[in-house]
């Protein structure tokens, strides 16, 4: 192979040999490349960094944050209102215009830091060989065909074919999803399509060291590496309108259309019937900015801000804004399995206790004297710590069993002093296994009940040793002679052997990760730890690992969360599909798949090998059905979330490694984990969950439904205002009468309508059906069919009676009706808001659920009597002050509004 050209990160690296692989990258295992050789492959492949290659300048996503339609038309709508000498309004729709802006690119801006992050997990300075030494160098100077050495508690630098392993152990779950740390060795691995977590004589970049040391030659550098491959994902995968984005477009070009009409219809008619050019202009050109709901990105962001705000107390943060509304929209949660849906540590789920039948499965804190005999050798064979306040310390699998031999009582610390270690055969890949010997007390009387009672059995001795081993199961049974059932010693002939691998496949099955437990007990004699075990070969001293009595099997998992269940269950009462997409084994993920009623026993798991076999239709098509996905690649969640979109689908997704980044990215609403989430991962998230919680999903989609209630509601009562202006207008002209509204009253009533009440509406909390109902159409419109028909129909109504009004209880000065017509149609549109503070549910179910709607309801009242009766104001707005009478009279007919939104209400709940 030529050294210039090393396979890409996708090579099949992992088939070959050792020797294989250093002859392909010219290079030599013992002594690396000489320097000049690396600074001419420096030169030919370039630095081991991760591009950035598609930052955007910060102008230029500021400027796009006043591109879109909506706010298009609000700029137009204020230099319209400041031509007409309105300032105010003016200044009112610029302000918000520019705080809409602010807030999007403070949140595009920070989302370009995604790539940032990645570049942060590259490991700054390396061990290599070079020219017969070893050196620390830059990461960034690394080339193919360098002989990198790695130690316990470092980063791999480069993608690494591994050449020597010494009990090398790597945490990958960032970049493979994989919990526990991996095991690595240096044999080729046959199958060509391996995933990544199955690569176990590999090494990438970004992982890290939790165990032991090794040594590598570079494969692949920079953007050809797996993480170099992920960042190429994340920037070149582009982030999808939110669904309430996409409606607000599409209502933002319905109403500029209905305003141009507006303007064309109004001026047409008020000129054929000889009213003055220029008043009929300003008049049209006044309806026309009132049509506009110049209010609602104000509104929104209100809303969001603090469905944000209620967010942050339920545990999650909200990175964009716009996510809140999202996550209401959720069809499909696509969740990583560990840490999410699962508590991110093992423990001991289940024991196997050999009986007359086979096996019986007992909970670790049952079983009597043989099951506390297992969890006692469990607790003695094991290097961790539980430490203090929950701090534990060690490989997770043994801070487990010791977790679980405390439950029953069993101490390490303790048992030490009463069972004192002289010496450990530490675990060795090739063997799987570790034993350690412990020297037995003079007085057999202290020893624990479990022990005690079963010493006469296993021979204990005063002052003799005891060896307790653990390891694969089917490496504990080469070493075990005997095996422990019913209280007795029984040879372990080919038959139990048998009923002992059947309960290993079992459990395997059932996706534990099983561990066998065995012990002996020897008189005197001293142990070495170096041994080898050969059951057609004599022992001898120096190779305890001989004649073990077999006890039985733990089986070890990552449980799932106590809250996920439930949490669930909700989700599916909402509607909404949970999807478990991991990157941990297929029966593993099976497992907490059918705890938590995401799948049935039966259901099937399609691994990312089976993806890759998949064209976008088909995989559309098993995404629709689909409940797990496991071994999975970050292309493969990338192509699932993609898929699910295609069909339709609102898609939120979790994730905390950096293998999550791209489809974090992709999907509608990436949500990140804070506790144990990279930054790779928040950054590219629009929401962090700062409890890793599965449940604080589904509290957040409660919000998010919560809020696009709010802008409807709030949709509704503008939208009805509007109506109901455009009918007093159109209808007064229509017929011939004199112009019932003036162009400033027309802007006053829009002015004090958007304001207060219209933003106190985005604080009404939920309705009780909230997450009962399912998730709405992603293609559904904000202003559908049955609102639109409500819009009109009580618009019309309240305009006519406003209208009716004014020549009902007016005399025959224009002024007078004017100034009733106005105030019936402002009072109209306040008692509105009262009425539609929910879609179906009586005001007087809950009169005082929004303190701030009824006091933006009485501000808006004053400033209507101020207008009224304040001599300034009076001249300002062409109005006469009212009588009591007149007053009432308009207060009745103006209430009418809210009484029609209750008889609509009634008729939902009836019908």
């Known amino acids: 192979m030529d050294p210039k050209k090393p396979e890409p990160a996708t090579g099949a690296w992992h088939g070959l040999s050792v020797d294989h692989t250093v002859e392909r990258l010219a290079t030599d295992r013992?002594?690396?490349?000489?320097?000049?050789?690396?600074?001419?492959?420096?030169?030919?492949?370039?630095?081991?960094?991760?591009?950035?290659?598609?930052?955007?300048?910060?102008?230029?996503?500021?400027?796009?944050?006043?591109?879109?339609?909506?706010?298009?038309?609000?700029?137009?709508?204020?230099?319209?209102?400041?031509?007409?000498?309105d300032l105010l309004e003016a200044g009112a729709i610029l302000a918000i215009v520019l705080l809409n802006g602010i807030l999007g690119f403070v949140q595009e801006y920070r989302a370009e830091r995604a790539v940032d992050a990645l570049r942060e997990m590259a490991r700054p300075r390396a061990m290599v060989r070079r020219g017969g030494r070893v050196v620390e160098v830059a990461s960034r100077d690394l080339v193919p065909g360098d002989v990198v050495l790695l130690e316990a508690g470092g980063h791999v630098p480069a993608d690494l074919r591994l050449t020597e392993t010494a009990l090398l152990r790597a945490q990958e779950a960032a970049l493979t999803g994989e919990s526990e740390p991996v095991e690595k060795s240096t044999a080729p691995l046959a199958d060509a399509e391996l995933a990544l977590g199955d690569r176990t004589n590999l090494a990438f970049m970004g992982t890290s060291v939790a165990f032991g040391r090794g040594?590598?030659?570079?494969?692949?550098?920079?953007?050809?590496?797996?993480?170099?491959?992920?960042?190429?994902?994340?920037q070149t995968v582009e982030r999808v309108d939110t669904p309430?984005?996409?409606?607000?477009?599409?209502?933002?070009?319905?109403?500029?259309?209905?305003?141009?009409?507006?303007?064309?219809?109004?001026?047409?008619?008020?000129?054929?019937?000889?009213?003055?050019?220029?008043?009929?202009?300003?008049?049209?050109?006044?309806?026309?900015?009132?049509?506009?709901?110049?209010?609602?990105?104000?509104?929104?962001?209100i809303a969001l801000a603090l469905g944000a705000r209620r967010m942050l107390s339920r545990h999650a943060l909200v990175r964009r804004l716009p996510a809140?509304?999202?996550?209401?929209?959720?069809?499909?949660?696509?969740?990583?399995?560990?840490?999410?849906l699962t508590e991110n540590r093992m423990s001991v789920g289940t024991v196997e206790l050999p009986d007359g039948r086979g096996f019986q499965r007992v909970a670790p804190q049952s079983g009597g004297d043989h099951a506390e005999l297992l969890m006692l050798t469990a607790v003695l064979c094991n290097n961790a710590d539980l430490g203090e306040e929950g701090h534990a310390h060690g490989d997770p699998t043994e801070v487990a069993l010791l977790a679980a031999g405390a439950d029953r009582g069993l101490l390490r610390a303790e048992l030490e002093k009463q069972l004192p270690r002289v010496t450990e055969v530490?675990?060795?890949?090739?063997?799987?296994?570790?034993?350690?010997?412990?020297?037995?007390?003079?007085?057999?009387?202290?020893?624990?009940?479990?022990?005690?009672?079963?010493?006469?059995?296993?021979?204990?001795?005063p002052n003799g040793l005891l060896l307790a081993t653990k390891g694969a199961v089917e490496q504990v049974l080469v070493a075990s002679r005997f095996i422990l059932v019913g209280g007795k010693l029984v040879e372990l002939d080919d038959e139990w052997r048998e009923r002992v691998t059947a309960a290993d496949d079992r459990l395997a099955d059932q996706g534990f990760r099983s561990l066998g437990l065995a012990l002996r007990a020897e008189k005197n004699g001293g142990v070495s730890g170096d041994g080898q075990d050969d059951p057609e070969h004599d022992h001898g001293q120096d190779d305890p690992e001989h004649d073990l009595v077999f006890l039985g099997l733990g089986g070890l998992l990552d449980p799932a969360r106590k809250e996920a269940g439930p949490a669930v269950g909700r989700s599916?009462?909402?509607?909404?599909?949970?999807?478990?997409?991991?990157?941990?084994?297929?029966?593993?993920?099976?497992?907490?798949?059918?705890?938590?009623?995401?799948?049935?026993?039966?259901?099937?798991?399609?691994?990312?090998?089976?993806?890759?076999?998949?064209?976008?239709?088909?995989?559309?098509?098993?995404?629709?059905?689909?409940?797990?996905?496991?071994?999975?690649?970050p292309q493969d969640k990338l192509s699932i979330?993609?898929?699910?979109?295609?069909?339709?689908?609102?898609?939120?997704?979790?994730?905390?490694?950096?293998?999550?980044?791209?489809?974090?990215?992709?999907?509608?609403?990436?949500?990140?984990?804070?506790?144990?989430?990279?930054?790779?991962?928040?950054?590219?998230?629009?929401?962090?969950?700062?409890?890793?919680?599965?449940?604080?999903?589904?509290?957040?989609?409660?919000?998010?439904?919560?809020?696009?209630?709010?802008?409807?509601?709030?949709?509704?009562?503008?939208l009805t205002g509007n109506s109901a202006e455009l009918t007093v207008m159109v209808s007064a002209l229509a017929v011939g009468l004199p112009l019932p509204l003036l162009p400033l009253q027309i802007l006053w009533i829009n002015l004090v309508t958007d304001g207060p009440p219209a933003l106190a509406l985005a604080a009404e909390p939920g309705e009780l059906d909230t997450m009962s109902r399912p998730p709405r159409r992603p293609d559904s419109r904000i202003l559908d069919r049955g609102l639109a028909i409500s819009i009109l129909t009580i618009g019309i109504l309240v305009g006519l009676i406003s209208l009716a009004a004014g020549y009902l209880f007016g005399d025959e000065d224009e002024t007078h009706r004017?100034?009733?017509?106005?105030?019936?149609?402002?009072?109209?549109?306040?008692?509105?808001?009262?009425?539609?503070?929910?879609?179906?549910?009586?005001?007087?179910?809950?009169?005082?659920?929004?303190?701030?709607?009824?006091?933006?309801?009485?501000?808006?009242?004053?400033?209507?009597?101020?207008?009224?009766?304040?001599?300034?104001?009076?001249?300002?707005?062409?109005?006469?002050?009212?009588?009591?009478?007149?007053?009432?009279?308009?207060?009745?007919?103006?209430?009418?509004?809210?009484?029609?939104?209750?008889?609509?209400?009634?008729?939902?709940?009836?019908?």
């Open 30 to 85: 013992r002594s690396g490349l000489e320097q000049k050789e690396a600074e001419r492959r420096l030169g030919e492949h370039g630095p081991n960094l991760l591009e950035q290659r598609t930052s955007r300048n910060p102008l230029v996503i500021l400027l796009e944050q006043f591109t879109s339609t909506m706010i298009v038309v609000l700029i137009v709508a204020a230099v319209i209102s400041g031509l007409l000498g």
């Open 215 to 234: 040594e590598g030659v570079v494969v692949a550098t920079g953007m050809n590496t797996q993480l170099g491959r992920i960042a190429e994902l994340v």
């Open 244 to 301: 309430l984005q996409r409606r607000l477009a599409r209502l933002a070009r319905l109403l500029a259309a209905a305003a141009f009409v507006l303007v064309i219809l109004i001026f047409t008619l008020g000129v054929a019937r000889g009213e003055d050019f220029r008043l009929m202009f300003m008049t049209a050109v006044s309806m026309a900015v009132a049509a506009v709901p110049e209010g609602l990105p104000a509104v929104v962001t």
């Open 324 to 340: 809140v509304e999202t996550l209401g929209s959720v069809t499909v949660i696509c969740s990583d399995k560990t840490g999410t």
């Open 426 to 461: 530490p675990f060795e890949s090739s063997r799987r296994r570790v034993t350690t010997a412990h020297r037995l007390p003079a007085d057999l009387g202290v020893l624990p009940a479990g022990m005690l009672a079963l010493s006469p059995v296993l021979e204990i001795c």
């Open 572 to 633: 599916r009462a909402a509607g909404i599909r949970p999807v478990m997409i991991t990157g941990d084994h297929p029966l593993t993920a099976r497992r907490i798949a059918v705890d938590l009623a995401i799948a049935d026993e039966d259901a099937e798991v399609v691994s990312g090998r089976a993806i890759a076999q998949m064209d976008p239709e088909e995989l559309a098509d098993r995404a629709e059905s689909t409940g797990v996905f496991a071994r999975v690649s």
């Open 641 to 718: 979330v993609m898929a699910l979109q295609r069909r339709g689908h609102v898609v939120a997704m979790t994730g905390d490694g950096v293998n999550d980044a791209p489809a974090l990215r992709r999907a509608d609403i990436g949500v990140a984990m804070g506790i144990t989430g990279t930054d790779v991962a928040k950054e590219s998230a629009e929401m962090v969950l700062l409890d890793d919680n599965f449940a604080t999903i589904v509290a957040a989609v409660e919000e998010g439904r919560v809020i696009y209630d709010n802008i409807r509601k709030f949709l509704r009562y503008l």
């Open 818 to 911: 004017r100034s009733i017509i106005f105030t019936t149609l402002t009072f109209a549109q306040v008692f509105f808001a009262l009425g539609v503070r929910s879609e179906k549910g009586s005001f007087f179910r809950r009169p005082g659920g929004n303190r701030w709607l009824l006091a933006a309801v009485l501000i808006t009242l004053a400033l209507q009597f101020l207008v009224i009766y304040l001599p300034l104001a009076q001249d300002i707005f062409g109005t006469v002050a009212l009588s009591a009478s007149e007053l009432a009279l308009v207060i009745l007919a103006g209430s009418s509004a809210f009484w029609l939104a209750e008889l609509e209400k009634l008729a939902r709940r009836v019908l």
